[in-house]
Every structure is written in C-alpha cells, then in structure tokens.
C-alpha cells in the first residue's frame, strides 16, 4: 500500500486513481447526457455537473457505503461518487424499465437506496432536512452512520436549510451539510443574492464549524469532508462545507448563460479543471503515471458506452407501471 | 368498557405504540415538558423520555423534513403540528416529498410517518388558527388522510396510522378533544378507508366529516322527534375514501346531505358529491344532493359570527326538513 499524498482520510494510490477515474466517469456521463438531449434521445430537462467532479468525487470517497447522501437536482456526480452504477442511471434518464427508478423519477430523483443515497431533489433545499432526519435516525438507532446534504449556492437562502442547521446542532445529529458553491443559483449571482462573503460564515449562527475549501482541489475536499464526516461520526454534530467550484454548462438545457461572461468560463475550464489539476497533481507526487492516467480515463469513457448500450438495449418502463408504487403495502 | 375522551385515546394510542415498538417516537414544538399545545402529549415525555417524544424548535419545515428523512431510513416517526393552519408551512415536505418519493424512487422507498395536528374552529382562535385544511392533503396523491370523529376511532385508527407503512395525515378536531367514548384499553386496529355508520335510518344519508359528525347526530335526534329517520355516515378516512357505504347509504335512503366544516368551494364536500352523483345510487336520489359547509370567508373571531362561518345543528335540521317537504 502507497500513499503518495498524505490526506487525512488516509487514501493511499489505489483509492486516489478509483477517484480520478469517478471524476472521469462523471464528466463522461453528463457529456454524453448532453449530447443525448441535444438530440432529443433523453426528454425533461437536464442539470449538467460538467466541471464540478472534484466535489463529488471527494467527498463520496470518504462516505462509506452505509453512510446517507441527499443529492440535488445538478446529482449525477453526487450519485456515481456515492457508488452507484451508471448503467441502471442511463436507463433512468432513458425512461427504462431497468432504470434506477424504473424511469419514473428522470435525472431529477435519482435515489439508490441500498447503496446510501436517499434522492436527488428537485425542490432546491429539499435534501436539508431529509438528511437531517435520516442523521436522527443514525443517533437513535446508534448506528454510526452520517448523513451528508449536498447542496447549491442558492439553496441557503431557502428557509429550509437555516432550520435543518440549527435542528442538526441543537441535536447534535451526524450530518454534513455540503454546498457545492458554482457561483449562481441558476442565473442569480451569489454575490447579488446574499451579504457576506462566505456562504460558511452562515455556520455561526447554529454553533457549528464552517470552512470554504478550494472544490476543484480533490485533496482539499477530501480532507475537508473526512474532518467533518469523523467530526460527526464522533457525535460532536454537523459541519457546513462550502467547496467553490464551477459549472461549465447552462443551468439547464434553456440555459444561454448571458449573466456571465466567455472569459470567466474561459478561466476556469483552462486553469481551474479540476480533473485536470489531479492529474497533474497525482502524476508529479507518483500516485499514477501518464500511461496509468489515460488506462484510468479510458476505463471511464467505456463504462458510459456501456451504460447507454444497456440503456438502448433495456426495455422501456411498462405501463402496467403507472399505478404502482404510490402506495406501500 | 371505560369512557375516555378522544384527548386520551389518541395519547394511548401513541403511547402503546411506543412501547410495543422502539423505531415509534415523537417530534413537535413543546410536546414535552409541557405536553402539546392542547395537553395530547401530557406525562409522554415522563415515561419515553425526551430521546422518544422531542421538543423540537419552531421550524415546521425542518421538522416535516426530518420526519421524511428518518422515516425513509428506519423509524415510525409521528410529528404533531401544533395547528393544522401551520401546515402550509411542512406543506412543501409533504407535498413535493412525502407525498412522491416512493412513486418517483420506482417503489424503493417508503416513508412509514403520521403528521397528526388539531384543526378546525370553535375555540375562538380565529383566522390563523382555525382552519380545516384537509382537503388540501387529500388532493395529494400518495399520502392518506385521516378525520376521526370519536375516540374509539381516534384511537384505533392512530393505531392503524402509526403502523401503516404511509404518510397519513392524522386531523384531530380541537372540540373533539374533550368528547368521550367507550374505548377499549389494549391495542385495536380500525382499518384506514373504512367507513362507520354512526347512525341507521331510512330517510336521508347524511355524511359528516370530524366534527360535523356530532352536529349531524344530534340533528338527527331532534329530526327523529318529526319522525324524519336519519342516517349519519362517518367516512373517517377521506384517503383512502369508503365509496362502497356511502354509495349503499344513499341507495337505501335515496337522500343526501353533506356536511363538513372546511370551505364549501374547492373542499372535501364537492369530492363525496361527486362520488355520490357519478355511482349507481344518482338514479336512486329523489332530490339534488346538498352540501353544508364552511362559508367561503377566514374563520371571524366574533363568537357569533365564528359559529355562522360553519354548519351548525340548526342548519342541519333545517336542510333536511326543507329536502323532506319537498318530497
């Protein structure tokens, strides 16, 4: 076992290249998602996390697979990060019967149970409280597990989320609470939508520690996530995590992104990727060479291709479907 | 059989299901210590301790989300909305979440919660803490409703509730609290979607919801005096609704009336109408169905205008004398 890069959860190389080849699987999937609605293959609409894998990759990477997340509306990074298969994700945003969902809940709701994550929301904020309560679940059962939200930028002004904070530190709930902060709420700016610098400095009204991180920087989230997630699985309570990153696409497919300019998303895509600081990153300190980065990269562009052959090849969801599972027996 | 009054069914029901089941707890806002906003929790947080029955702040939204969240995950939680006016407040928790989640999940996830909360008015409250809202969460799909009118149903069916593997909204009429009946002590099952007749009679279906049952029954005695034989149907649960004995009552009595507390337009009323009117028993009906409800106005704090906002006995007896002279 080599550990090229000191963190503090402890990754050694194998564990760091499985998290450069998520963050690949990741861009893959919204690429290729993109390219899917451009032609129309997948309907409803779309929030690409293109430009945002360090977060998710990151942070899921310390997650054990008992743990809870709650993913947002932008969630395919959150849900492949948590260890979720991209096939039956493909099939979901195809409407298949073999679908995460069986293609009743789309790119939106995306939720694999078995495997820790309690939904994507298309409510922003909705994932605070739930979260929130599945922690509550961890405590009084005494079953060791965290909860982690993630989150948007405009999602704190949501009351929701001022209400969950302070439930969760009054409690002393193992809950993260994890703002992936790109900088607007679909076109509102952040800097326009609240007062204060730091979307973290908002911890200090609930009690609890609050850190902005570098959220492109892989290493940074990991350590900022694990201190938390320990932080929690120790009973001290919740952490609020505010990692600044950057979307590269729209908002959504409507999206001709007018409130910012080409060479801001200039900017960070040439100097900010945040798959391309890893491998550099990880090439220089040893933890993979450039021959191992492409074999990682590549592995990643094949596992979407299979995805969305199995996801062609699945049938769509019956009819027969339409009256089930609204009720629980 | 011991009486005791519907206030107490509903904490015994809680507090058996406490017992019996340790995932079972309760949150809400000075349900502890204090015991509830009308005392249904009193001596709850003496015996579970504040672990089981947990005071939370006032943050109707986080605490509705919560019950979601832990409630996917494992536990049976009940969460007491203080009134049922704050509703609109949890509303987004239990509309775009409570009320989906399994659907949209594809079947993989289910959210075993009670909301239980005291509606209605009569206590001179006024406006903001008076309204019956149940229609609103009956319109949802994917949650159940539940008004009972007694304490042996209120305690049954909170049994049935707590166990039911659903969000089921629980509304508990505040003049109910203090009503009593024969309850028995133990655990009992009364099914959700099971309709009661409260009262035989051949002339005029009346269907009553919550406290309208009372009303409807007391009409009915003072009707039986002019020899008008009433029958009182109490649905109970409006989610899932007992088409089956409504539809029998009318075909019997060939009569309907309606009666319900919350707003005659867009409100629960309209829903049994319908159900009454698109079933066999239309061709049985020898008069047009009536509907008495809550005046389409906020609850006035004034006594006298707060008991003319919604039906009251007189107007019950007045209806069905008025649909009898007719035929």
């Known amino acids: 076992m080599t550990q090229s890069i000191e963190n503090h959860a402890g990754l050694d190389d194998e564990k760091l290249q499985e998290i450069y080849q998520t963050m690949w699987t990741i861009r893959y999937f919204d690429e290729k998602v993109d390219q899917f609605f451009a032609k129309g293959m997948i309907h409803g609409t779309t929030h690409l996390a293109v430009g945002q894998e360090a977060s998710a990759a990151g942070s899921g990477a310390v997650l054990k697979k008992t743990d809870w997340i709650t993913a947002t509306h932008r969630g395919h990074g959150h849900t492949i990060a948590k260890g979720t298969d991209v096939k039956p994700m493909m099939a979901e945003l195809f409407g298949r019967q073999t679908g995460t969902n069986k293609g009743k809940g789309g790119s939106m709701h995306i939720a694999e149970l078995a495997n820790g994550n309690l939904g994507a929301n298309a409510i922003v904020g909705g994932g605070y409280a739930i979260a929130t309560g599945a922690a509550l679940t961890s405590k009084m059962r005494n079953e060791g597990k965290v909860a982690l939200a993630y989150a948007g930028d405009g999602s704190t002004n949501e009351g929701s989320f001022h209400e969950s904070l302070n439930l969760a530190s009054i409690w002393d709930l193992p809950v993260v609470f994890f703002i992936e902060n790109n900088f607007y709420g679909m076109s509102g700016p952040v800097v326009e939508m609240m007062n204060i610098p730091h979307i973290s400095d908002r911890a200090a009204s609930y009690g609890i520690p609050g850190i902005t991180i570098n959220g492109n920087d892989i290493i940074e989230v990991i350590n900022a996530t694990y201190d938390a997630v320990e932080r929690a699985r120790r009973g001290e309570g919740p952490t609020l995590i505010e990692a600044l990153t950057y979307r590269w696409k729209g908002h959504s497919k409507s999206d001709a992104k007018k409130y910012r300019t080409k060479e801001e998303e200039k900017e960070w895509k040439t100097n900010k990727d945040p798959i391309k600081l890893a491998r550099k990153r990880f090439i220089d300190a040893g933890v993979f060479t450039e021959e191992k980065a492409d074999e990682l990269q590549n592995s990643a562009r094949l596992s979407i291709e299979e995805a969305v052959k199995f996801a062609e090849e699945s049938p769509i969801t019956d009819i027969s479907e339409l009256y089930t599972d609204v009720y629980s027996d | ?327």
């Open chain 2, 1 to 327: 059989m011991r009486e005791i009054t519907y206030l107490e069914a509903i904490r015994e029901a809680m507090s058996e299901q406490m017992r019996e089941n340790p995932d079972v707890y309760i949150m809400g806002e000075d349900i502890g210590i204090y015991g509830g906003g009308f005392g249904v929790t009193r001596g709850m947080y003496e015996e579970f301790g504040g672990e089981r029955v947990r005071n939370t702040p006032i943050s109707e939204a986080a605490i509705s989300g919560a019950a979601i969240g832990s409630a996917i995950t494992g536990m049976r939680p009940i969460f007491e909305l203080q009134f049922s006016d704050f509703i609109t407040i949890a509303l987004d928790n239990i509309v775009n979440q409570a009320g989906k989640i399994r659907y949209m999940y594809g079947g993989k996830a289910q959210i075993p919660l009670v909301m239980r909360t005291p509606s209605g008015s009569g206590t001179g409250a006024a406006a903001q803490h008076s309204q019956s809202l149940e229609n609103i969460t009956a319109h949802i799909p994917g949650l159940k409703v539940i008004q009972p009118a007694t304490a042996y149903d209120a305690k049954g069916l909170l049994h049935s509730a707590i166990e039911d593997n659903n969000p089921v909204m629980f509304y508990e009429h505040k003049l109910c609290y203090k009503t009593s009946s024969d309850v028995p002590e133990g655990k009992y099952l009364i099914p959700i979607g099971v309709a009661d007749i409260k009262r035989e009679g051949t002339d005029i279906s009346i269907v009553a919801t919550g406290i309208m049952v009372h009303k409807a029954l007391e009409a009915a005695e003072i009707l039986a005096k002019d020899g008008i034989n009433i029958e009182v149907v109490d649905p109970r649960t409006l989610v899932p609704l007992d088409k089956e004995t409504i539809i029998k009552s009318v075909i019997k009595t060939g009569k309907a009336i309606i009666v319900t507390e919350a707003v005659k337009r867009s409100g629960f009323s309209a829903e049994l109408a319908s159900v009454i009117a698109e079933s066999e028993s239309f061709d049985f009906l020898d008069a047009p169905i009536i509907r008495l409800a809550g005046k389409e106005i906020p609850i006035p704090y004034q006594p006298e205008l707060e008991k003319l906002a919604v039906p009251q006995v007189d107007d019950i007896v007045a209806a069905a004398r008025n649909m009898m002279k007719k035929n």
